[in-house]
């Protein structure tokens, strides 16, 4: 471990990820939502919530930081090397699907995405770009929608649904038409 990596543990963790998942709910439904909007969604002190995040900036961050490393996750756990392309951007949907509240917060808060770590291409998105290549080169995908477009209408397919299932559409529901609107785009001809 680097000199000043804290790794947290049991209950500092268990605090720190409340605090950050009512973050995450809270400021999707209010932007502007401050320290102690966030505490009593949490179900903590104010000054709790100071101990883990001094700053409100301090919050966005690690909430920021909490996406990427969702992303990370899902990324990895859809195993993307694996089976046909069309298969593993589909389990890569399901997988990022289900951190739509992260997402909308991103959305509902647009500040978030023009912060540096947003802007970079990450390994998360060469990964994408080199499965969508793939399902290109093994005929899989149509190779009239470049890369760069698909992965930009992965996002606005997995947005739809987040917001469908927001709006109380079943969530199944949102995910299954996700899913289809995905295959009949990338199918080839």
């Known amino acids: ?74 990324t990895e756990r859809a195993r993307l090397d694996e089976g046909p392309a069309p298969a593993a951007l589909a389990r890569l949907c399901q997988e990022y699907f289900e951190f739509g509240d992260v997402f909308q917060l991103l959305f509902t808060m647009p500040d978030l995405m023009t912060r540096q770590e ?37 996002w606005s397919l997995l947005y739809t649904a987040w917001e469908m299932a927001r709006d109380k559409t079943p969530k199944h529901e949102a995910l299954t038409l996700c899913l289809r609107s995905l295959e009949k785009v990338i199918a080839a001809d």
């Open 118 to 154: 947003w802007q970079e291409e990450s390994d998360d998105d060469r990964a994408i770009l080199r499965l969508i290549e793939r399902g290109h080169t093994e005929g899989t995908i149509e190779p009239a929608m470049t890369k760069e477009w698909l992965l930009q209408l992965l």
């Open 1 to 74: 471990m680097s000199e000043g990596v804290v790794t947290e543990t049991g209950v500092r963790a268990r605090t720190r990820r409340a605090i950050l998942d009512a973050a995450i709910e809270t400021l999707t439904r209010q932007p502007n939502a401050t320290l102690a909007d966030i505490a009593a969604a949490a179900n903590v002190g104010r000054t709790t919530v100071h101990r883990y995040f001094p700053e409100r900036s301090d919050l966005i961050d690690a909430v920021s930081f909490d996406a990427l490393d969702k992303i990370s996750q899902g």
